[in-house]
């Protein structure tokens, strides 16, 4: 394995974002590690004619350690936004956050997401600011691609793959940085049904495999929440519920058939 790119490209599009504030709830005799947690967060854009469009209204909250979160709701309700917040890309007009780790912002269109010519050198090229040997950014890129189901393609040519691979690449090279919280977001949207599963097993297999690894991923599919430990559900700029993703799922398909029904009555 070959790595010219690692020393003469500094910055990659999925960047390492580092913000690290541990957080420890205690709940009885059990201590519960939150790898996420939003408090209070509100954030308005300001109008070219300079008035607040509130955006998060007093937004709450928390995501367990080496988990696989959802983050749910209606177009325009907020959910980029939250994340991007998260991510540490907008300041929220009030509130705080924390996350405990280095995180990383996967985004949506998967050919922002990578950068250079070959697999195996894209998913190395965050490791140029980071002082390891030779064998050492192998076995991370090497570790990162099986998380990902890619070990076959380290050698592929960037522009043969799928979007669905492409993202697969961009959340190997966050892990191969030894990113803890991967911020997805909305990454299914421009994919074929086979490209999307693969996208969602490889974010499941890199929890299920790094227990040090959370991950928030923003999406509209309520299909998808069969792959995630909980789930966020938003409304209008407010988070209305958050639990587990089987009661989050009901809750929604309720209020979906409420809203038909109504519609038409
Ligand atoms: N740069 C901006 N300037 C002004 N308003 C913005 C800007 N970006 C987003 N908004 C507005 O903020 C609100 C929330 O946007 P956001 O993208 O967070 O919602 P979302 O829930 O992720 O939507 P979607 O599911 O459609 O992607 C929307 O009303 C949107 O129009």
């Not at 909980?230 to 009901?250: C, F, H, L, N, T």
Request: include cysteine.
């Amino acid at each position: 394995m070959n790595f010219p790119y690692l020393t003469s490209i500094s910055e990659r599009v999925v960047a390492p974002l580092y913000a690290t504030v541990p957080a420890t709830i205690i709940r009885g005799n059990k201590a519960e590690s939150f790898a996420i947690e939003g408090r209070n967060l509100r954030f308005s854009f300001t109008t070219r004619q300079t008035q607040d469009v509130p955006v998060l209204r007093d937004c709450s909250i928390r995501i367990p350690c080496g988990q696989f979160w959802m983050l749910l709701g209606p177009n325009g309700c907020g959910k980029s936004t939250l994340l991007k917040i998260l991510a540490g890309l907008l300041t929220p007009t009030s509130g705080t956050v924390n996350v405990n780790g280095p995180k990383s912002f996967v985004f949506q269109n998967p050919d922002h997401q990578v950068v250079l010519p070959t697999v195996d050198a894209d998913v190395a090229f965050g490791l140029g600011k980071i002082d390891l040997t030779h064998d050492e950014v192998r076995s991370r890129v090497s570790r990162a691609l099986h998380a990902v189901g890619l070990s076959d393609y380290m050698k592929r040519s960037v522009q043969t793959l799928s979007g669905g691979q492409k993202q697969r690449v961009a959340i190997a090279g966050a892990l191969a940085e030894a990113c803890k919280v991967l911020l997805l977001d909305e990454l299914t949207t421009f994919l074929d049904e086979s490209d999307q599963v693969g996208v969602i097993k490889a974010v499941r297999n890199s929890v299920d495999t790094s227990p040090e690894v959370t991950a928030l991923w923003v999406t509209h599919r309520l299909e998808e929440l069969e792959y995630a430990d909980g789930a966020i559900y938003m409304e209008d700029g407010k988070v209305v519920m958050q639990g587990d993703a089987a009661s989050i799922r009901s809750f929604i398909e309720a209020r979906q058939s409420a809203y038909i029904n109504q519609i038409n009555s």
